[in-house]
Nanobody, 124 residues
Framework: QVQLVESGGGLVQAGGSLRLSCAAS????????MGWFRQAPGKEREFVAA????????YYTDSVKGRFTISRDNAKNTVYLQMNSLKPEDTAVYYC?????????????????WGQGTQVTVSS
């Protein structure tokens, strides 16, 4: 049973930065995909970024390209989301998730393990 624990959320002014962390335990991430999703009030959960753990390939939704960076620390079994130039529309609960297998997808239903989420609030 894989457990994912996010941290690093908070309140930041527009233009600021935050780094989210997602620590995994109870299972390997090798050969799988780690993703970040977000859900704003009244909206559906949406894909933000993903990383293929073994190959290191990364993928981003268009609205965060050039501002967000997903990365990993193999030794710590942790995936990060560095968020720069934050905008009020980035406000949401951010979740990390693991998808079985090495092919990334933006569909949340394909991810089988989820963290509890961490709140990110960007003030204007």
């Amino acid at each position: 049973q894989v457990q994912l624990v996010e941290s690093g959320g908070g309140l930041v002014q527009a233009g600021g930065s935050l780094r989210l962390s997602c620590a995994a335990s109870g299972g390997t991430l090798t050969g799988h995909v780690m993703g970040w999703f977000r859900q704003a009030p009244g909206k559906e959960r949406e894909f933000v970024a993903a990383l293929s753990w073994s190959g290191g390939s990364t993928y981003y939704t268009d609205s965060v390209k050039g501002r967000f960076t997903i990365s990993r620390d193999n030794a710590k079994n942790t995936v990060y989301l560095q968020m720069n130039s934050l905008k009020p529309e980035d406000t949401a609960v951010y979740y990390c998730a693991r998808k079985r297998g090495s092919t990334y997808t933006v569909g949340a239903e394909r991810y089988d393990y989820w963290g509890q989420g961490t709140q990110v609030t960007v003030s204007s």
